[in-house]
């Protein structure tokens, strides 16, 4: 994207806001990393599933495992923008910022696969090759997602 | 304090602090670790409480415990090797010593948790879980979540970083 467009995107009233008082960066990223681990928990209690590590939990606790998992993420969206608001020249140009949001991508993908294996899994009680993969690629996707976020102030230009 | 600067002048110490594959690559595990360990514990903990979560028995929710304490021990290793970095420092942080506090009363709830409800007989679905066992899980994941904010709070409220 052209310079203007950032320059646009790191000069809304937002930044202002996220940026002037010293509370609220602080604040925006206790909630993020708090909310990372609703996340995480609820997606390694459902892939760990779809990988055979166990035969539960029951289709009703999956499905509020995963609104529990996507409620974290819109979390850590909206923080996350903000965060890009503020503090827009930290993430342009960023490696670390650039793979997160790859794998986040990715990791989005293989979340619609994942509904399939999933129903399938919790009528069937049989597991599959491509459940198995689903599972392992959720599991290794957020984990990348969460090492890259870290990184992204070790990359900041 | 001696043997503090003892371990930050250790070639290890030092290795962990200039290399890119040190500091930021054992923070980032720090990171993934404290997703596992902070997040299990919550779920395990509205489990016990019979919140939503209600699928899960006994011998699962030791599984989640066993996988929460490996989360545990990453950060135990990550966070010691951190440590070792700037000792002198992180011992007079006020934050830090809260941090410590939150983390270690918490991961004495959880490996007690881990132990109270292991022998549950392995053919039963059943989870015993008494009052006490309940309660201190619900303290266990409040204090988890607290140790993760003045563990982000680190990077302000103390010279560390600056």
Not at chain 1, 72 to 96: H, M, R, S
Not at chain 1, 108 to 130: C, F, M, Q
């Amino acid at each position: 994207m052209s310079p203007d467009v950032w320059a646009w995107i790191a000069n809304t009233p937002v930044r202002t806001w996220v940026v002037d008082s010293p509370y609220v960066w602080p604040t925006l990223e206790s909630i993020h990393f708090a909310s990372l681990c609703v996340l995480m928990g609820s997606l390694l209690v459902v892939d760990l599933r779809l990988i055979g590590l166990y035969r539960q939990p029951c289709a009703p606790t999956v499905r509020f495992l995963i609104r529990l998992a996507v409620a974290a993420f819109a979390i850590n969206l909206a923080t996350g923008l903000l965060f890009f608001l503020g503090n827009t020249y930290k993430y342009v140009d960023n490696a670390a910022f650039e793979l997160k949001l790859v794998l986040i991508a990715i990791a989005g993908l293989n979340a619609l696969l994942y509904k399939r294996s999933l129903s399938h899994i919790v009528e069937s009680d049989e597991l599959s090759w491509s459940s198995v993969g689903v599972g392992w690629l959720s599991l290794l996707l957020w984990s990348g997602v969460i090492v890259c976020g870290r990184m992204i102030t070790f990359y900041a230009p | 304090m001696s043997l503090l600067a003892y371990l930050e002048a250790t070639a290890l110490s030092q290795w962990l602090s200039i290399s890119m594959l040190g500091f930021p690559t054992l923070i980032a595990l720090h990171s993934v670790g404290m997703a596992v360990v902070v997040g299990l514990s919550l779920i395990v903990a509205l489990r016990l409480n019979g919140v939503v979560v209600t699928g899960i028995d006994g011998q699962l929710v030791a599984k989640l415990l066993t996988i929460a304490a490996w989360g545990f021990v990453l950060n135990f290793v990550t966070g010691l090797a951190l440590f070792i970095t700037r000792g002198a420092d992180y011992i007079t942080s006020g934050i830090f010593l809260i941090k410590m506090l939150l983390v270690i009363v918490s991961a004495i709830i959880l490996f007690w948790l881990r132990e109270r409800l292991e022998p549950v007989d392995s053919t039963s679905r059943a989870l015993v879980a008494d009052r006490l066992a309940r309660n201190l899980s619900l303290v266990a994941a409040t204090l988890w979540f607290a140790a993760v904010v003045a563990g982000r709070l680190i990077a302000y409220l103390s010279d560390l970083y600056r």
